[in-house]
């Protein structure tokens, strides 16, 4: 098993930046495909992006391409997600989740998921 704990969120006007991480414990992190998720109150949980297990590959949603990256340093056992261009839709609480057998954008996929940080963008 892995455990996650999300951090780096908070409140940032439109157009900002921030940097959300991702710390692991447990399970060699090696061996995760990492991905992470956000949610509103009056939507489901949504893929934003995800980074397979060897990091040579990634992909996100069409909502954040071109505006969020995620990484991942194994040594550190740390995931990222960086968001540039915040706008006030990209508002919601964001999970990291974890998989060792999947690699995809569909949470019920994801065995293992942190306890979420709340991002805010202010118009």
């Known amino acids: 098993q892995v455990q996650l704990v999300e951090s780096g969120g908070g409140l940032v006007q439109a157009g900002g930046s921030l940097r959300l991480s991702c710390a692991a414990s447990?399970?060699?992190?090696?061996?995760?495909?990492l991905a992470w998720f956000r949610q509103t109150p009056a939507k489901e949980r949504e893929f934003v992006a995800a980074i397979n297990s060897r990091g040579d590959d990634t992909y996100y949603s069409v909502s954040v391409k071109g505006r969020f990256t995620i990484s991942r340093d194994d040594a550190k056992n740390t995931v990222w997600l960086e968001m540039n261009s915040l706008k006030p839709e990209d508002t919601a609480v964001y999970y990291c989740?974890?998989?060792?057998?999947?690699?995809?954008?569909?949470?019920?996929?994801?065995?293992?998921w942190g306890q979420g940080t709340q991002v805010t963008v202010s118009s």
């Open positions: 447990g399970r060699p992190f090696s061996t995760y495909n």
């Open positions: 989740a974890a998989s060792t057998r999947h690699y995809s954008n569909y949470a019920d996929n994801y065995s293992y």
